[in-house]
C-alpha cells in the first residue's frame, strides 16, 4: 500500500510547517481525501479554463483606449502584423505560449505552445533566430527544458510524454511513455543525469537520460502534480502538488521522504533558487512564498497575486525572481529580500511562462498570444499600448441573435483556438479551414496528419462537418488529434455551419451573409 501526503490545513499556512518525521505514518482521514478532490477540481478550473478569460483592469498608466480595446476586426490583422515589428518578441507559433527556458551558456531559448510544437531560438543576437521548429508532440506543449552541456532539450505536455529532441539535427532522440494524463512541469538535475516530470496522473516520474531508461514513479499525491524541482546535489527531488502539499522523494530509489510543506491550497509553480536549497512556490489562491528546502519553515512571504500564480522563474545572479499569475500581473522580485524591483500588469490575460535572459536585464513572457514578448527590465523599457488585438480570437463576445453572428461566437469559442480561416494559417494545433468544404480529409499539404485520419474516406461538406460537431471527434474521426468537441445544439451546430460556408470562401461576410449579396435574414446562401 503506497503512502500518501499529509492532511491540509484549513487556510493558506504562512507560518513554519511543524515536520512529520522520516517513517512516520501518513495515512489521510476521509475529509482530507473530500477537500484534495475538492482543491484537485478547483485547479483544474483556475488553471485551464478561467485565466483564459481573465481580464484584469490594467494600472492607471497602461489602460488602454477604447479604440485598443475592442478594435474593429478589419484592424485585427493589420494589428497582428504590426505586433511582430517589435523588437526581440519570438514569432511563429500557431498558438498561445505555454512554456519558456532559456539556456544561459548557449544563447538559447525554448518556447513551448498550444500548437503542439516547441521552437529552438538563438537569442544572442539583437534580432532572435529560429533554428528549429519541433511538433512530433501528439498534445499542446506545457512544459520546455535544456538539459545541461547544450546537446538535448525536454518537451513534454498534453500526451503525457516526454519528448528528447537532438539540438543539433532537431530530431527527436527518443520519447518517454508512461504518465496517463497531462504533464504540467519538468525538471532536469544540474549533472543533466535525470529529468523529472509533474503530470495531472498524480504522480511524478523520474528518468534516466544518460540511459534513456524510465526510473522510478513517485506516487501519493492527492491531487494532480504541477511542478517538479531537484535539489542541489540531484539526490532529491521535491513535488508540488494541487493538493496543497510540496513532497521530498529520493532519486536513488523514487522513495518517500517526507511532506516538505503543507500549504492548504493547491500549488501551482515550483523553482529551488541556485546555491542553495531555498524554494519558491506560487499557489491557486495567488500566494507566493520561499521556504527552507530541508525543514520546510517558511523563509519569507513574497507579494501575492490577485489570482492563481501560473508561472515563476528564477535567476541566481543577480539573484532575482519573477512571479506571474491569471491577473496578468508580472513582478520582478530581489531574492534576498522580496524586494519588488519591476512589475508590469497586461491588460490582455494571463501569464502563463517566464523566463529571464543570460543576465537578468530582460525576460520573455507567454500568454494567450502566439507570440512570446520580450521585456527590457533594466534599464527600463515602459510597454507602449499592447498591440496584440483584443479580445483574442477565443474572447469574441457577439449578437446570438444574428445566425452568422452566433456561428462566428461558436468558431471563436470552440474552434479558434486550434484552426485559423486564413490560406496561411496552418501553424496552430489543427489544419487551417480555408476552402475546407469539399476538399477530402487528411489531405491538406504541410499539416502533420495522424496516420489513422489519412486513412478516412470522408470529404467535408455541411453534412460531413454537422457530424463531426454532433457525434464527436472520437466517434467521426477515431485516432484524430482533435480534442474532444460536441455540439448538441443543433441550432448551434447549424449556425456555425452556416458561418464557416462563408468565412472559409474569402467571401466579405456582414450581419445576414455575403456583404453585397443578396442572402436570408438567416444567413443562408441563395
Not at 498534453?158 to 519538468?186: C, N, P, Q, S
Request: contains cysteine; hydrophobic residues 40%; aromatic residues 8%.
Amino acid at each position: 500500500m503506497r503512502r500518501r501526503l499529509g492532511q491540509a490545513k484549513r487556510r493558506p499556512n504562512t507560518k513554519p510547517n511543524a515536520m512529520c518525521s522520516v517513517g512516520s505514518s501518513l495515512t489521510l482521514d476521509p475529509t482530507y481525501i473530500s477537500r484534495a478532490r475538492l482543491l484537485a477540481a478547483l485547479a483544474f478550473i483556475a488553471f485551464t479554463l478561467a485565466p483564459a478569460f481573465a481580464q484584469p483592469a490594467a494600472l492607471p498608466s497602461e489602460q488602454p483606449s477604447a479604440a485598443e480595446a475592442a478594435p474593429a476586426k478589419s484592424d485585427r490583422r493589420a494589428a497582428g502584423q504590426q505586433r511582430r515589428a517589435r523588437p526581440g518578441n519570438l514569432i511563429g507559433h500557431g498558438g498561445p505560449i505555454k512554456a519558456l527556458a532559456v539556456d544561459a551558456g548557449t544563447g538559447r531559448a525554448l518556447t513551448g505552445s498550444f500548437d503542439y510544437a516547441m521552437m529552438v531560438w538563438d537569442v544572442g543576437a539583437e534580432v532572435p533566430v529560429r533554428l528549429h521548429r519541433l511538433d512530433d508532440h501528439n498534445g499542446a506543449v506545457n512544459a520546455v527544458a535544456f538539459v545541461p552541456g547544450g546537446k538535448l532539450a525536454l518537451a513534454a505536455g498534453d500526451d503525457g510524454a516526454v519528448a528528447v529532441w537532438d539540438l543539433a539535427t532537431g530530431k527527436l532522440a527518443h520519447r518517454f511513455t508512461g504518465h496517463t494524463a497531462k504533464i504540467a512541469g519538468l525538471a532536469v538535475s544540474a549533472d543533466g543525469r535525470w529529468a523529472a516530470s509533474a503530470s495531472w496522473d498524480r504522480t511524478a516520474r523520474l528518468w534516466d537520460l544518460g540511459k534513456l531508461a524510465p526510473g522510478p514513479a513517485l506516487e501519493g499525491h492527492q491531487g494532480p502534480v504541477n511542478a517538479v524541482a531537484f535539489s542541489a546535489d540531484g539526490t532529491r527531488v521535491y513535488s508540488a502538488s494541487a493538493d496543497g502539499t510540496i513532497g521530498l522523494w529520493s532519486v536513488a530509489d523514487g522513495s518517500f521522504q517526507r511532506p516538505l510543506l503543507r500549504h492548504g491550497w493547491g500549488i501551482n509553480v515550483l523553482a529551488r533558487l541556485s546555491g542553495g536549497e531555498r524554494l519558491v512556490y506560487g499557489g491557486l489562491n495567488g500566494s507566493v512564498a520561499m521556504v527552507d528546502g530541508e525543514t520546510g519553515a517558511t523563509v519569507m512571504e513574497l507579494p501575492a497575486h490577485e489570482r492563481p500564480v501560473l508561472a515563476l522563474a528564477v535567476l541566481e545572479k543577480p539573484g532575482i525572481i519573477a512571479t506571474g499569475g491569471g491577473d496578468g500581473v508580472i513582478r520582478v522580485l530581489r531574492s534576498a529580500d522580496g524586494t519588488e524591483i519591476e512589475r508590469y500588469r497586461n491588460p490582455y490575460g494571463p501569464v502563463w511562462a517566464l523566463a529571464f535572459v543570460a543576465d537578468g536585464t530582460a525576460l520573455y513572457y507567454g500568454g494567450l498570444d502566439d507570440f512570446a514578448t520580450f521585456w527590457r527590465i533594466a534599464p527600463r523599457e515602459a510597454f507602449e499600448a499592447i498591440d496584440s488585438p483584443f479580445p483574442r480570437r477565443f474572447q469574441v463576445r457577439g449578437d446570438a441573435s444574428d445566425r452568422i453572428a452566433a456561428g462566428e461566437l461558436q468558431f471563436a469559442r470552440k474552434c479558434s483556438v486550434c484552426h485559423t480561416l486564413q490560406a496561411d494559417g496552418r501553424n496552430r494545433a489543427g489544419p487551417t479551414l480555408h476552402k475546407v468544404f469539399g476538399r477530402k480529409i487528411g489531405t491538406l499539404d504541410g499539416y502533420p496528419y495522424s496516420p489513422a485520419l489519412k486513412k478516412l474516406e470522408i470529404v467535408w461538406t455541411p453534412e460531413t462537418l454537422g457530424k463531426l460537431f454532433e457525434l464527436g471527434p472520437e466517434v467521426f474521426t477515431p485516432g484524430s488529434k482533435m480534442p474532444l468537441q460536441k455540439m448538441t445544439d443543433t441550432a448551434q451546430r447549424e449556425a456555425l455551419i452556416a458561418f464557416l460556408e462563408l468565412a472559409t470562401e474569402d467571401r466579405p461576410i456582414d450581419a445576414n451573409g455575403p456583404a453585397g449579396a443578396e442572402s436570408s435574414a438567416q444567413g443562408e446562401k441563395k
